[in-house]
């Protein structure tokens, strides 16, 4: 069963195309970095324009590289949020509007379970599991108890991890994204530079990045010649300990052996790297989708839209995006 994945929740456009969940045909992304580049972080506005210029060519291309029609098409996923509005739209009308004209049936995706179900598209853990969603909008931890029982467990109370490495990366006076720089900067570097805070609210499992994000302000203010390379590393130890540590404490207060990273900072070779370690170390098992799969892409979307299909999960044309869309029901009640 061929399922057409279409994501325009940000700054990407992407449409793919995935048999039975799983298996990946085609993955077309068209990235927005060199327009959002010179801004420090993306434009709504330009973001949406670009979706409208590339949502029919990124689909065709997604189509061309399979050899198949839309009529061979079992469903058309489309992400409805959360994200940027104009840019969901986009997404959102074009799924529709394809859904309608070719009578494909349509479903409606989270963003967040996408990411989640991105590692089914490799080798997924059985029920249940954790997931650490880190990624440009959000910082969450899930218990992943099956299709549509998601718990959020903690979240990040300010600022996205991925947003603290964009913001840092700014700082250092680099462009938009910041995590990949930052990652190949801290290579470079000694964590043990600068002790910047790891901060976690206490009775509770959530986070908050944004006091580390004013601690790299304060110190570049204090040292603007600080080797960059020392504040990228200290600065991403302190990102990689506290989600580690948070990740754990919660495996082990839920029972839960099993562990999926997801959303564009899970590509992050320290964070991989470290919980795979502080893991091994637990006896849990840990699930790491592939470099591609982490940032946005639309087979996490067919993925996730593929197990509402069979569920008989549909959507209909009154379908309007959502820019803000929690996942599941949340420990905090
Ligand atoms: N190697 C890396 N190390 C750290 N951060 C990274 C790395 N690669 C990408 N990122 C960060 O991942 C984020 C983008 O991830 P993703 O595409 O999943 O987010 P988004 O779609 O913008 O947000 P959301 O999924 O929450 O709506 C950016 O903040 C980027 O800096
Ligand atoms: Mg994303």
């Known amino acids: 069963m061929l399922i057409l994945g279409i994501d325009t929740s940000c700054d990407d456009t992407a449409a793919s195309v995935v048999e039975d969940g799983s298996r990946i045909i085609s993955n077309v992304v068209s990235s927005q970095n060199e327009i ?19 949502i029919l060519p990124v689909v065709d291309e997604a189509l061309a590289r399979t050899g198949m029609q839309l009529g061979d098409i079992s469903a058309i996923a489309v992400t409805r949020g ?4 104009g840019s969901l739209l986009v997404g959102v ?10 009578r494909i049936p349509l479903v409606s995706v989270n963003h967040i379970e996408g990411h989640i179900f991105s590692i089914f598209l490799e080798s997924g853990p059985e029920f249940p599991f954790l997931a650490l969603v880190v990624s440009g909008g959000h910082t969450s931890i899930y218990r992943i108890d099956g299709f549509r029982e998601y718990v959020e467990i903690g979240r990040t109370r300010d ?3 991925g947003e603290a490495y964009d913001k840092v990366a700014k700082l250092l006076g680099f462009g938009y994204p910041g995590g990949p720089v930052i990652d190949a900067l801290a290579a470079d570097g000694n964590p043990g530079a600068i002790a910047f805070p790891r901060k976690v609210i206490q009775g509770s499992f959530d986070f908050s990045f944004s006091g580390l994000k004013t601690s790299v302000l304060t110190h ?3 040292y603007p010649h600080s080797k960059k390379e020392d504040v990228a590393a200290s600065f991403q130890s302190a990102v990689v300990e506290i989600l ?12 839960i052996k099993r562990i999926v990273l997801s959303g564009g900072v899970s590509a992050n070779s320290s964070l991989r790297s470290y919980v795979k370690q502080k893991a091994l170390d637990e006896g849990i098992e840990v699930y790491l989708p592939s470099l591609n799969l982490c940032t946005d892409n639309a087979a996490m979307i067919a993925a996730a839209g593929y197990v509402h299909f069979i ?3 549909m959507a209909d044309f009154t379908l309007n995006p959502q820019a803000y869309m929690p996942l599941g029901g949340s420990a905090h009640g």
Not at 82 to 85: A, K, M, T
Not at 93 to 102: D, W, Y
Not at 249 to 255: C, D, I, L, Q, S
């Open 93 to 102: 009308c074009f799924a529709k509007a394809l859904s309608f004209i070719h």
């Open 36 to 54: 959002h580049k010179k801004h420090g972080g993306i434009v709504p506005e330009l973001a949406s324009r670009r979706h409208l210029e590339m």
């Open 244 to 255: 580690s540590k948070r990740l754990m404490e919660v495996a082990k207060a839920e029972g």
């Open 82 to 85: 959360p994200g940027l509005i």
């Open 159 to 161: 600022d996205a991890a």
């Open 220 to 222: 570049l203010k204090k």
């Open 311 to 313: 569920n008989g999960d």
